[in-house]
């Protein structure tokens, strides 16, 4: 279908349809709803138009918590609006062949796992300088991130609600470098905190005045912390 000139992408609106190959959505505005684009066999993503937000609601109470790109089986690239600020939970989940994404500076909130299960997403440096939410589980697994550089304005580092894999940063198995922002104040919760385990983490930089609460015991064999 010709998509070029609709505005609003409302909940679950595409799911599962036979929308594929490069979407292009020159007018689309505001938010785009979750489950959008669920499970489509779209190969990539070159305009979005000046969408602010994807995903940013979820009625958890539902039982479907699919994110706008969920499942997208096919999807390869994508290239996200200068005006968006919130990629929102399960987001890109299990994108299985995304190799990669460009990240506007525009983004302020990233969501619970919302690129979960993105294996192949190639993230050679992650610079995010205006970021203030980061969900648990937002790279889960995502074993090619080689490097954080900017995580914006965060102050929580969120850790886990119980469960060992529950952390942003969990299975990122390529993950050497990572530099706090001035304003982080808490590193994970009172069960993990956010780096346990990551035996590929070798440099963790505070660039905090007053160090931050690191909240819970946790694993960090090859870490060295300035």
Known sequence: PDLSNVETFKEQCLAESGVSGDLKIPSAKGDIGYRAFYKTAITSISDLGS?????PYVNWGSG???GTFDS????????LPETLTTIGH???NACSILESIHFP???EVIGDSAFQNCPVLQIDSLRLPNL???????????SKLKR???LGVLQVVPGTNGSNASWPFCGCTSLEFVRLP???????????NPFHNLTSLKTLICEAVTPPTLSAAGSMPNVTIY
């Open 64 to 66: 479907n918590p699919y």
């Open 51 to 55: 969408v602010v937000r994807l995903n």
């Open 90 to 92: 399960f987001c890109f």
């Open 105 to 107: 500076e525009s983004i």
């Open 72 to 79: 997208c089986k096919q999807l390869v690239t994508a290239v």
């Open 148 to 150: 954080v550089d900017d």
């Open 132 to 142: 203030k939410e980061l969900g648990n589980q937002s790279f889960l697994n995502c």
């Open 182 to 192: 001035q304003t982080v104040t808490t590193l994970g919760t009172q069960y993990r």
